[in-house]
């Protein structure tokens, strides 16, 4: 692929092919602890051998000249003293953004010719937004030899997203794509920011992520609308314990003992953000132990809470759910991401990925009318630079 890359970059901007850098950045499945993140709890992602490759050169004029193989009709350009949000952009914002923040931080930038190529399903829940910000920040600051670490690059893509874009994500996207690692997930504490690497030994079984191919229409309103009762839900409980700082630090039998103070709404939201932080650390000790008929159980009552406390799963989500958790030789199953569409995430024997596919297809396109696409995943590393293993 990366070759093929380099025809295409090579046609839209003639040159001196010996000048080009190549980097990748994977995307991510979040495997357990969903919607914890901005409530301060526990997440677990892993990042994925998919992801968003970006060819780049480097001019001295200040010009910027953006163009991706996924959204080949729409060309980006634009030079450093026009870096501002415009919505007819699109795709291109991001990078944008990107380059907004870096010269905040003082990188000397001096223009690029940029081909973006991304294999991970847009609009699906794996983090193609986190994967296109982490790579344009990585790659600008190895070519401007400017010295930034992975963690700094995440928290400057999540200002980015948060700021330029407008998106009020936390920060597990822009860490998993940065900082995971090949074979690990990387649990994390989305308060303290402490994280751990945990061994993701699957054996014989296989990550497969099911893509609904619903577009998540409702998903950044819903997002706020649960932000805000989360909010509100906190506020309430503070005046148990007026030193809890997130939801996340309630204990559960504090909760338990005080949740009638709560309106069904919030009781409900706060009870799935509460327990789903208990399934993370379970999920955790299942990975160590090699349990992953545990973990598959976890996933599987986090889906659930998702679906009947969180109120995020949605039809499509929930037909994926019930038809793959009856497939045998499928250990666990949920929704990932942020819900109404979206993708879900599966433990699989590998003798039975087949058969899976087989049945779910049928079964989800009998109930929603759409097809589902499939995408059986190794687990990746974080962000790096590829130019000489592909020169080689």
Not at 292 to 307: D, I, N, P, Q
Request: charged share 25%; aromatic share 8%.
């Amino acid at each position: 692929m990366e070759q093929q890359l380099f025809d295409r970059f090579h046609h839209y901007f003639p040159g001196n092919n010996d000048d080009i850098r190549v980097y990748f950045a994977p995307g991510r499945v979040n495997l357990i602890g969903e919607h914890t993140d901005y409530n301060g709890g526990y997440v677990l992602p892993s990042a994925l051998s998919i992801g968003t490759y970006m060819l780049i050169r480097s001019r001295k004029d200040g010009a910027f000249r953006l163009r991706s193989e996924n959204f080949k009709e729409h060309p980006v350009d634009f030079s450093l003293n026009e870096l501002v949000y415009i919505k007819e952009d699109d795709w291109g914002n991001y990078p944008k953004g990107i380059i907004h923040e870096l010269m905040a931080e003082g990188v000397p930038l001096t223009g690029a010719d940029i081909l973006y190529y991304g294999n991970i399903p847009n609009g699906a829940g794996l983090s193609s937004s986190a994967s296109i910000g982490m790579v344009t920040a990585y790659g600008l600051s190895k070519l401007a030899k400017f010295p930034m670490d992975k963690q700094q690059l995440a928290f400057l893509c999540q200002r980015m997203e948060n700021h330029f874009i407008g998106v009020n994500t936390g920060i597990m996207d822009q860490f998993a794509v940065g900082l995971a690692e090949k074979n690990h997930a990387l649990f994390l504490n989305c308060d303290t920011l402490e994280k751990e690497k945990v061994a993701l030994n699957l054996g014989s079984y296989k990550l497969l992520i099911t893509n609904t191919n619903k577009r998540r229409g409702l998903a950044d309103s819903k997002y706020n609308e649960r932000l805000e009762e989360c909010r509100e839900a906190l506020k309430i409980l503070q005046g148990i314990n007026s030193k809890w700082t997130n939801l996340s630090q309630v204990p559960l039998s504090d909760f338990e003992a005080n949740q009638d103070k709560l309106t069904p709404i919030l009781r409900a939201r706060a009870r799935h953000v509460i327990t789903e932080n208990a399934r993370v650390l379970q999920a955790v000790r299942c990975l160590q132990a090699h349990d992953l008929s545990t973990f598959g159980k976890l996933m599987e009552a986090s889906h659930v809470s998702l679906r009947d406390d969180y109120e995020v799963t949605g039809k499509e989500l929930d037909a994926l759910f019930e038809a793959q958790r009856a497939v045998k030789g499928c250990i666990g199953t949920r929704m990932t991401g942020a819900g109404f569409g979206g993708c879900t995430v599966s433990i699989v024997h590998e003798k039975s990925v087949e058969a899976f596919k087989t049945t779910v297809q049928r079964i989800y396109k009998q109930q929603t009318g759409l097809e589902a696409d499939f995408y059986i995943c190794d687990t990746g590393d974080g962000v790096t630079e590829r130019t000489e293993e592909v020169r080689l």
